[in-house]
T-cell receptor, first 109, second 111 residues
Framework: GQQVMQIPQYQHVQEGEDFTTYCNSS?????IQWYKQRPGGHPVFLIQ?????EVKKQKRLTFQFGEAKKNSSLHITATQTTDVGTYFC?????????FGAGTTVTVRA | NAGVMQNPRHLVRRRGQEARLRCSPMKGHSHVYWYRQLPEEGLKFMVYLQKENIIDESGMPKERFSAEFPKEGPSILRIQQVVRGDSAAYFCASSLVDGYTFGSGTRLTVV
């Protein structure tokens, strides 16, 4: 199946700072979805990107889909303690999701 | 998540016992997807079911695992003769136009 790689695996962020997590694939991605999973929780859908070069924003979160549809990124500005959790990207091909291993974010107050 | 219901939330089984995990999809949905999440990993697709029909079980281990979604009642993921490596979080989901809605999951611990 599709291999989706995410970096970094862990991100330790000072409250108020920005950070970016990246999602890469050696082959073309169909649609990219991003999910957030709080510790002990379940994945919660954030957004879907479909078009090459697409950029979408949700408040402090900015999602991008690469021009070649082989990578995606999530950028969070002014990190807050509520941003703690693991962020997953997933390639959606028809009905099946292929998840990356996630970026686990911790925040220093 | 009130939409997709899973139970139990936590399940402890001894090696060799059977585990049964239940999932009811969102209201009005007649299909479910099961995913497994090993510690510190992403979710892995297991099986896609519609009522009384298995559509895709390509992610299911060949032995000891089975899934069903009867005409009435929840979907059941059954693991026979559990081993320590089966310890994981098992999530089921309903799909929407864009994303998936996941249930709260069942955390299976094999001791």
């Amino acid at each position: 199946g599709q291999q989706v790689m995410q970096i970094p695996q862990y991100q330790h962020v000072q409250e108020g700072e920005d950070f970016t997590t990246y999602c890469n694939s050696s082959t073309t991605l169909s649609n990219i979805q991003w999910y957030k999973q709080r510790p002990g929780g379940h994945p919660v859908f954030l957004i879907q990107l479909v078009k090459s070069g697409e950029v979408k924003k949700q408040k402090r979160l900015t999602f991008q889909f690469g021009e070649a549809k082989k990578n995606s990124s999530l950028h969070i500005t002014a990190t807050q303690t509520t941003d703690v959790g693991t962020y997953f990207c997933a390639d959606r091909n028809d009905y099946k999701l292929s998840f990356g291993a996630g970026t686990t974010v911790t925040v220093r107050a | 998540n009130a939409g997709v219901m899973q139970n139990p939330r936590h399940l402890v089984r001894r090696r060799g016992q059977e585990a049964r995990l239940r999932c009811s999809p969102m209201k009005g949905h007649s299909h479910v997807y099961w995913y497994r999440q090993l510690p510190e990993e992403g979710l892995k697709f297991m099986v896609y079911l519609q009522k009384e029909n298995i559509i895709d079980e390509s992610g299911m281990p060949k032995e000891r695992f089975s899934a069903e979604f009867p005409k009435e009642g929840p979907s059941i993921l059954r693991i026979q003769q559990v081993v320590r490596g089966d310890s994981a979080a098992y999530f089921c989901a309903s799909s929407l136009v864009d994303g998936y809605t996941f249930g709260s999951g069942t955390r299976l611990t094999v001791v």
